[in-house]
């Protein structure tokens, strides 16, 4: 696993038990623009949401995500 930079790609893959797709933007209806889950309190205030979503437990798809890296590179920049 690779660290989560909040890049938002995992969102527009599918969405969690507490998503729902929105079908015009392809993504999960909560993927706020800058890439946040608009749910994120309630989920983790949710006893029962400890595996799902995943939050904090790194990236599955690192690898030719051209979303996650422009992201990295979009944090590179800030740092200086």
Do not use: H
């Amino acid at each position: 696993m690779y660290e989560c930079v909040q890049c938002g790609y995992c969102c527009t893959r599918g969405v969690c038990p507490y998503g729902e797709w929105d079908n015009e933007r392809q993504c999960c209806a909560f993927l706020t623009e800058d890439k946040l889950c608009a749910k994120y309190d309630e989920i983790v205030a949710d006893p029962k949401s400890w595996s799902s979503p995943a939050f904090g437990a790194g990236c599955s798809s690192p690898l030719f995500n051209e979303v996650r890296e422009a992201k990295i590179a979009e944090l590179i920049a800030k740092e200086e």
